[in-house]
């Protein structure tokens, strides 16, 4: 199914597929869950005209799982959250679904959980999505927004799965997600138009969904 040449093909293909969920969905896919059966049947949304298998990935060295959609030709690695080697892992994936015969993974690309692991540990959720990532525009956001959320929701309620948040799809679509200090008011407005014209969310209800969350991230609300 999958027909990427090198990991920029690749990261575009990820990134058109979780473009086209989030256009269908009219909000942002799951990312992370408790039950790695629920990434192919959930948002049912979703799954009732788009169907997806998931199998276990053959010969990885942690708990990873490859949830694929012949009708959207998405392919997605899961891992579970304490897979300390979803690198590796993914190397593995990269290697059997694209065939790309890579004897490791570029110092420029990082493999990155779309689900805080953190968090995700914190909730006791099993598998989190991941996605390859350009190394130097993943790490130019920083880690306040997570690092706070996570402080901040310790005392929550645990669920069984997360949808992709506002802030958190700004970042994996490559804009700068708002400082502590820096609220970005520019990189929010050039989002705001990408989300609308791409993925079919209104600027307003990005606008707003960032405000809550900036919120969020910087009171002890769940205390």
């Known amino acids: 199914m999958p027909t990427a040449t090198d990991l920029a093909a690749v990261i575009q293909q990820e990134q058109d597929a979780m473009a086209m969920e989030t256009r269908i969905l009219k909000f942002f896919p799951l990312v992370a869950v408790n039950q790695i059966e629920d990434a192919a049947k959930l948002p049912s949304q979703l799954r009732y005209s788009h169907p997806a298998t998931v199998r276990q990935l053959d010969e990885a060295s942690g708990t990873a799982y490859v949830v694929a959609c012949e009708s959207l030709q998405s392919t997605v690695f899961w891992a579970a959250t ?62 306040a ?4 959320l996570t402080v901040n929701e310790a005392s929550r309620v645990r669920k069984d799965m997360k949808l992709m948040d506002a802030i958190s799809a700004m970042k994996y679509h490559g804009f700068l997600s708002p400082l502590r200090d820096d609220p970005r008011d520019s990189e929010i407005a050039a989002y705001a138009a990408f989300a609308a014209s791409r993925l079919g969310i209104s600027a307003a209800e990005i606008r707003t969904d960032i405000e809550y969350l900036r919120e969020k991230a910087s009171t002890p609300w769940a205390r």
């Open 145 to 148: 927004y997570e690092k706070d």
């Open 82 to 143: 304490d897979n300390d080697t979803y690198r590796r892992d993914y190397l593995l994936y990269l290697n059997q679904t694209y065939q790309l015969d890579l004897e490791h993974i570029p110092r420029a690309y990082d493999v990155d959980h779309l689900y805080n692991r953190s968090r995700a540990q914190m909730y006791g959720l099993r598998f989190i999505r991941m996605a390859l990532v350009g190394r130097s525009a993943n790490r130019s956001h920083g880690g």
